[in-house]
């Protein structure tokens, strides 16, 4: 009885892959595909000459059959476009279906562009919430961002360029002192980080281009939050630190709103006051 393994591929730069997960591709009887074409331009790249089997959100129900009788006897990759199976792309169907036929499953971790985003936004992300895609419907797409931002953690969702300017005005019309970071085409050559206002971010993003995640900062907790004892210790702390080492303004506001969890606006009118 073979293996079923779920195997992580690079975002972008075609050499963030792990040792082990080529060496799997190659001695595999089987990879299944979401889309054989781009998976065919990664196997090239490694001279890997295992056959290829598309399975996607829209055929894997047909193809259960050939890869449970394929796993009868011999091991079968699976493998997304990019990134890691099931996060937003398909995987879980499979995963799910082959575990309740009784084959056994292992999952060779790759890279991720929601842990990529985040490690690059300067945020605190031990705990975070993934929306994948937004809804396309604007009441849905706000209903989702508000129940989620009340809860005061970093949001990542994935955004397509043709969207990502409907979207920007969604926010701002809902959360007009939102502070967020835009990444776009992640470890490829034409690599951007955008960190700024929701207003900034209007401004700047006129024609995007590429693959795109989202971080929505942490929402303002508050001047009752700012105000309590240990808080407002903190924070002065950190004001007077930034200031004698002679930050300019502008950056130690943003470092110490991330850093407290504290909105802009509090910062600056302390620091202003200090």
């Not at 001279?47 to 598309?54: A, E, G, H, L, Y």
Request: proline share 3%; aromatic share 8%.
């Amino acid at each position: 009885m073979g293996i079923l393994y779920m195997i992580g591929t690079p975002i972008g730069n075609l050499n963030d892959i792990t040792m082990r997960a080529l060496d799997i591709l190659k001695s595999v009887n089987l990879i299944a595909c979401e889309d054989t074409r781009v998976t065919r331009k990664l196997l090239n790249h490694y001279n890997i000459q295992t056959r290829t089997i598309s399975c996607n959100s829209h055929n894997w129900a047909t193809r259960i059959n050939r890869l449970s009788n394929e796993l009868n006897d011999s091991d079968v990759a699976y493998v997304t476009d990019a990134g890691m199976p099931s996060i937003s792309d398909p995987g879980w169907e499979i995963t799910g279906a082959l575990r309740e036929l009784g084959h056994s499953i292992e999952v060779i971790p790759g890279v991720s562009a929601v842990t990529t985003a985040l490690t690059i936004s300067g945020i605190d992300a031990s705990t975070f919430t993934f929306l994948g895609f937004l809804p396309r419907k604007e009441n849905d797409a706000i209903d989702v961002l508000s129940a989620y931002y009340k809860m005061g953690l970093p949001i990542v969702f994935f955004e397509s360029p043709h969207r990502l300017i409907k979207t920007l005005a969604r926010i701002r019309s809902r959360f007009e002192d939102s502070y967020l970071t835009v990444c776009r085409e992640l470890t490829k050559y034409y690599e951007e980080i955008f960190t700024g206002t929701i207003q900034e971010a209007v401004e700047y993003f006129s024609q995007p281009k590429g693959e795109l995640v989202v971080i929505i900062h942490p929402g303002e907790k508050g001047l009752d939050f700012a105000s309590h004892e240990e808080t407002q210790k903190m924070l002065l702390n950190e004001i007077t630190r930034m200031k004698t080492e002679g930050v300019q303004s502008k950056i130690a506001i943003r470092q110490i709103s991330l850093k407290l969890g504290i909105s802009r606006n509090i910062v600056y009118k302390q620091w202003i006051n200090s």
